[in-house]
T-cell receptor, first 112, second 113 residues
């Protein structure tokens, strides 16, 4: 199984809503990532978890809150987002130092 | 500082023609190198990777890439493009220590009949 599964595929939320994005992998990877991608732009790294611990936070606003409940799951909790946060949110995983990342299909988020 | 440059923002080729997408990187040591492809609204799919050894690497969908240390380049090639190859292509550099990728700005490929 070389899949990274993200849910939901699409999400529309108001600026006062709280929602969560979910990501799951069963490849035994110990590093998991959240990326944000705007149209026609490369993915921008948001967070990295290594062995279920947050190892990198790329100065992401606190309205984005990551969580890694176990080695297979990664969540991104969203609260009080702004319209400019609308983007494709990608989850990825890798087996540590091989740094070969596998990406999910993404969640298309629209903030209204 | 690490950086990845893809000089061509957009390329148009005819179906059946050959393709070369350019990638140059700046890194303190030899990094891990990757090419990913992304269809509209989709995630990124790994085409190929270079870690060490043979500098010409083969990937999926008939793609290959050549690592040239002297030029700090990792160009992607395909001898005959298919209409289904139309997509966004990203070159990426990975640190040999740690867990970070650095993506280039991407090259958008259009294939005309």
């Amino acid at each position: 199984d070389t899949e990274v599964t993200q849910t939901p595929k699409h999400l529309v939320m108001g600026m006062t809503n709280k929602k969560s994005l979910k990501c799951e992998q069963h490849m035994g990877h110990r590093a998991m990532y959240w990326y944000k991608q705007k149209a026609k732009k490369p993915p921008e790294l948001m967070f990295v978890y290594s062995y279920e611990k947050l190892s990198i936070n790329e100065s992401v606003p606190s309205r984005f809150s990551p969580e890694c409940p176990n080695s297979s799951l990664l969540n991104l909790h969203l609260h009080a987002l702004q319209p400019e946060d609308s983007a494709l949110y990608l989850c990825a995983s890798s087996q540590g130092r091989t740094v070969e990342a596998f990406f999910g299909q993404g969640t298309r988020l629209t903030v209204v | 500082a690490q950086s990845v440059t893809q000089p061509d923002i957009h390329i148009t080729v005819s179906e059946g023609a050959s393709l070369e997408l350019r990638c140059n990187y700046s890194y303190g040591a030899t990094p891990y190198l990757f090419w990913y492809v992304q269809s509209p609204g989709q995630g990124l799919q790994l085409l190929l990777k270079y870690f060490s050894g043979d500098t010409l690497v083969q990937g999926i969908k008939g793609f290959e890439a050549e690592f040239k240390r002297s030029q700090s380049s990792f160009n992607l090639r395909k001898p005959s493009v298919h209409w289904s190859d139309a997509a966004e292509y990203f070159c990426a550099v990975g640190a040999r220590t740690g867990n970070q990728f650095y993506f280039g700005t991407g090259t958008s490929l259009t294939v005309i009949p």
